[in-house]
């Protein structure tokens, strides 16, 4: 079968090649991906914990049809892939943090990822899709909105409450819209005015006398010192992305003074994406695609994403 192979690191080394997968499981044809930051560090061999094997094929996200029969999924049923390699025998797995594996790590990063015409998964790393969620939003799921949720779960978020997310990118656009949906007060720092029409309030600037109960950093360093001016004495802070940069200059007198609570979050869990397909199937979910790529094209889809806006860009198979 075709697949996207790296033999070494780089945009320009990306190949088309054909490989054998004699790995067990529920075979599952990919029919759409999605391409995140972590796919393109994968790429450019930036990622901090390494990338193996090598020769390699990246890709963290997507959805497809099974072709096989299953204990649960059956074949042809559409699935989102859950991105997580884990033992389900370390300390962090038998307490439900899958995606926390002491043994484990990021499919396509810490293994062959989806970037190929078929895939052999556990059915444990498989979820049907429900016929309310399409094809795009559901390919988007499995890095960009359920990073998104269990940020927001980190928190344990209080409807009623302000929310301050900065940017709405990949995990920005879901983190915004779920807070939304969970009662929150939301304000969204972005240029993506058509986010107003959810009840979402966009801002261009965020006014120097703002505070929120709860702040989503997923850019990293750059905005730290600005996230911390912004929330509320006994607020809560989440970061998951280093976009702008891993480092960051904390006043930790502020920090204690007012009982700021910082937290890291990353992924989510089997239980996570269970519940996060159950929310998204029962609420209207705007997904702004920018472009939509072949997979086959990734080359270009990869330089694109290098320099392009904000948008969400899949690539079809």
């Known amino acids: ?37 972590v796919d393109y560090s994968t790429v450019n061999g930036n990622i901090m914990y390494g990338v193996k094997p090598m020769p390699h094929v990246p890709g ?22 859950y991105n997580r390699i884990f033992d389900g025998t370390c300390e962090q797995c038998i307490t439900g943090n899958e995606h926390l594996c002491l043994n ?14 078929m895939i052999k998964l556990p059915e444990m790393n498989l979820f049907k899709i429900p016929d309310s969620i399409d094809d795009y939003v559901a390919a988007s799921m499995g890095v960009g909105a359920l990073t998104a949720y269990r940020a927001l779960k980190t928190m344990n978020i209080e409807a009623g409450k ?22 929150l007060e939301t304000y ?13 309030n966009v801002l261009d600037s965020v006014p120097e006398d703002f505070k929120a109960d709860y702040i989503i950093n997923p850019l990293g360093g750059s905005i730290f010192e600005e996230s911390l001016r912004h929330i509320k004495t006994g607020g809560k802070i989440v970061t998951f992305g280093i ?12 920090l204690y003074a007012n009982e700021i609570k910082i937290y890291g979050s990353t992924g989510g869990t089997r239980k996570d994406l269970l519940e996060l397909i159950k929310i998204i199937s029962m609420n209207r979910i705007y997904l ?30």
């Open 162 to 183: 302000t929310i301050l997310v900065y940017g709405a990118g990949n995990t920005g656009i879901f983190t915004a819209q779920l807070a939304r949906i969970f009662g």
């Open 188 to 200: 969204v720092l972005s240029r993506k005015k058509d986010l107003e029409r959810y009840n979402i």
């Open 288 to 317: 702004p695609v920018e472009k939509t790529f072949s997979l086959w094209d990734l080359k270009e889809a990869m330089n694109y994403f290098k320099n392009r806006s904000t948008g969400r860009i899949l690539l079809k198979a």
């Open 243 to 254: 976009l702008t940069g891993r480092e960051a200059k904390i006043d930790i007198g502020s």
């Open 104 to 117: 484990g790590g990021i499919l396509g990063v810490a293994s062959n990822g989806v970037y190929r015409e």
């Open 60 to 81: 963290s996200e997507a959805i497809g049809i099974a072709m096989a029969d299953g204990n649960y999924i059956k074949r042809g049923d559409r699935v989102i892939i």
């Open 1 to 37: 079968m075709r697949a996207i192979v790296l033999e070494r690191f780089g945009i320009e080394n990306i190949k088309i090649e054909d490989i054998n997968d004699e790995s067990p499981g529920i075979p599952v044809k990919i029919t759409m991906a999605g391409l995140n930051p």
